[in-house]
T-cell receptor, first 112, second 113 residues
């Protein structure tokens, strides 16, 4: 079983829609969870960082972590064409050199 | 806004040659990382570095790879004898502490021919 699973998509939504992106994981030791946005042939850009379970909101973005289900989500409200990118979830356990385990990424297309 | 800077943006090298990829992490960060992404695949961890030593490395990071922080600002990844399968985007990242947000550079695209 892969440590981090993420549906690759592509996911296509109309402008203004609410987008839900998800990852599941198998390693219960994961404590730190991040969402990155990656444009083609560019570096991952950090969007959200959460520790352990709970919700975190930043502008149009909300990250949720459910450790009991080993499931994390990123919600994007009022999606814009500029949100079109690949979204990567990443997570790490404590005291392991903080190596991030990435999902394969979900490709999102927001159409005008 | 502070950012991680990587050079060069693209490197083409012949198989068997040595390459050095360079990174300037964010100045007050203490943890440094190298990741790679083969085209169409996920971002994979290579190595983490703290307090002038490797704190963790993956199976990918074999004897052909080495990292160095030669001065107070640069962080380098050396591949001693490149193979075709080393062709990938290589990303440097840094974080203020080990359990805080990791920021990535724009990457170096390595092409081994």
């Amino acid at each position: 079983q892969k440590e981090v699973e993420q549906d690759p998509g592509p996911l296509s939504v109309p402008e203004g829609a609410i987008v839900s992106l998800n990852c599941t994981y198998s390693n219960s030791a994961f404590q730190y969870f991040m969402w990155y946005r990656q444009y083609s042939r560019k570096g991952p850009e950090l969007l959200m960082y959460t520790y352990s379970s709970g919700n975190k909101e930043d502008g149009r973005f909300t990250a949720q972590v459910d450790k009991s289900s080993k499931y994390i989500s990123l919600f994007i409200r009022d999606s814009q064409p500029s949100d079109s990118a690949t979204y990567l979830c990443a997570m790490s356990p404590p005291n392991s050199g903080y190596a991030l385990n990435f999902g394969k990424g979900t490709s999102l297309l927001v159409t005008p | 806004e502070p950012e991680v800077t990587q050079t060069p943006s693209h490197q083409v090298t012949q198989m068997g040659q040595e390459v050095i990829l360079r990174c300037v992490p964010i100045s007050n960060h203490l943890y440094f990382y190298w990741y790679r992404q083969i085209l169409g695949q996920k971002v994979e961890f290579l190595v983490s570095f703290y307090n002038n030593e490797i704190s963790e490395k993956s199976e990918i990071f074999d004897d052909q790879f080495s990292v160095e922080r030669p001065d107070g600002s640069n962080f380098t990844l050396k591949i001693r004898s490149t193979k075709l399968e080393d062709s990938a985007m290589y990303f440097c990242a840094s974080s203020r502490q080990g359990n805080t947000e990791a920021f990535f550079g724009q990457g170096t695209r390595l092409t081994v021919v």
